[in-house]
Nanobody
């Protein structure tokens, strides 16, 4: 299994970013996908999920600002992040419930700061 996240950057408050995660080693179209984030010293937090059918879930802290989507042809999951806040600063990871919790990609750093 490979989970390769990209798209993180330094952005000002109120700005936008689009994260991408390319997945290999699983049958992507048949599996739910998640985006998590982690701040040093804190537990990893589930941010958004998308089922194989395209149903979505969002944490209350990002609802209305973030949008998760998937491209089954490219085996890629995206996270569109708008109206970013300093508290969104974290390393963002994609994952799937079918993948062991012992395995995570390298993540992508999002920093929201003026």
């Amino acid at each position: 299994v490979q989970l390769v996240e990209s798209g993180g950057d330094l952005v000002q408050p109120g700005g936008s970013l689009r994260l991408s995660c390319t997945v290999s080693g699983i049958l992507f179209s048949r599996n739910d996908m998640d985006w998590y984030r982690q701040v040093p010293g804190k537990d990893r937090e589930l941010v958004a999920s998308i089922t194989r059918a395209g149903n979505t879930y969002y944490a209350d802290s990002v609802k209305g600002r973030f949008t998760i989507s998937r491209d089954n042809v490219k085996s890629t999951v995206h996270l569109q992040m708008n109206s970013l806040k300093p508290e969104d600063t974290a390393v963002y990871y994609c994952h799937s419930p079918i993948v062991s919790n012992d395995y995570w990609g390298q993540g992508t750093q999002v920093t929201v700061s003026s």
